[in-house]
């Protein structure tokens, strides 16, 4: 069970849990990142679910709050409920699937070894080497998003909706921990993006789940992608390869194929969720 904290309790983030915290004072319009001034407001906050700015107290997961105390603001919580025992909950199940995806990849040539244009280049023609493993691919990246909706299910009407569900029966059920789970991949991609905007001055013109699209001069993301004066990967930014949470090429369209699809759709839409396919529906995000 947690602990819970009230008295404006001291932040550990080394303590899991949920804090509730007042995070409508940060600015992120001036931030110092590798020792450059980053514009954050021009991408959407991390601390809220919609990318809106933080209006008064909320309830935020740890890795949440620790990423507003790297970025230098002053937190001051209200109370908290944390688990004081601690462990790698979810070590043993992700690295099976990892695992799985990693050697899928590498049978149909996908090496982690492979960088650059290599990398490109193997991952464009993977899905011909062999059509049963292109859907095994799928399968694993299906199982992995699917496990951690798990930890949350909501009652899919098998009872009144006052009543309790069959999945909260299930000692797996840990909203919680699917909390920790999004807001550390949350604060992880926006971490890239003020480190991708303090290397190159860089910043996206769409994001969406897992798709974020940059102005390119050319159609590669190495044309876009920033590096060091020795040609590899400034630190912290996006870098190309197959491990999970590395950077793959979801597609590249022209300027004017996306005032076009402004003119034809008009209203309010994601161009991250055409960028591939031009079908909003059928994004597969890398």
Avoid at 37 to 49: E, I, Q
Wanted: hydrophobic share 35%; aromatic share 8%.
């Amino acid at each position: 069970m947690p602990t819970h904290l009230t008295g404006n309790p001291q932040f550990d983030p080394a303590l899991p849990g949920s804090w509730l915290v007042d995070l409508s004072h940060v600015d992120l319009s001036h931030v110092r990142v590798n020792g450059r001034t980053v514009d954050g407001s021009r991408l959407p906050s991390p601390f809220t679910p919609k990318g809106d700015h933080p209006e008064g107290p909320a309830w935020y997961a740890t890795p949440t709050v620790t990423y507003a105390v790297e970025l230098g603001f002053d937190i001051a919580p209200i109370e908290t409920y944390v688990r004081t025992q601690t462990g790698r909950y979810l070590d043993s199940w992700y690295k099976r699937p990892r695992d799985a995806y990693v050697e899928t990849m590498a049978d149909m040539g996908v090496t982690t070894d492979l960088q650059g244009a290599e990398f490109l280049e193997a991952m464009a023609r993977r899905k011909q080497v062999d059509p049963t493993l292109a859907l095994l691919e799928t399968a694993i990246k299906a199982t992995a998003k699917g496990a951690i909706g798990k930890l949350r299910q909501r009652s899919r009407g098998q009872v009144p909706y006052y009543d309790p569900y069959p999945a909260l029966d299930r000692w797996t059920w840990r909203p919680d921990i699917r909390a920790a789970v999004l807001a550390n991949q949350r604060t992880g991609l926006h971490r890239k993006l003020m480190k991708t905007a303090a290397a190159a001055d860089l910043y996206p013109v769409a994001i969406g789940t897992d798709a974020i699209v940059y102005p390119s001069p050319g159609p590669s993301p190495l044309d876009v992608l920033p590096l060091t004066p020795e040609g590899k990967p400034a630190p912290g930014t996006f870098r190309l390869g197959v491990s999970p949470g590395m950077a793959k090429h979801q597609g590249t369209q022209t300027v004017l194929w996306a005032e076009a699809q402004f003119e034809e759709r008009g209203g309010v839409f994601n161009i991250s969720n055409l960028i591939k396919t031009a079908d909003p529906t059928a994004g597969e995000g890398e």
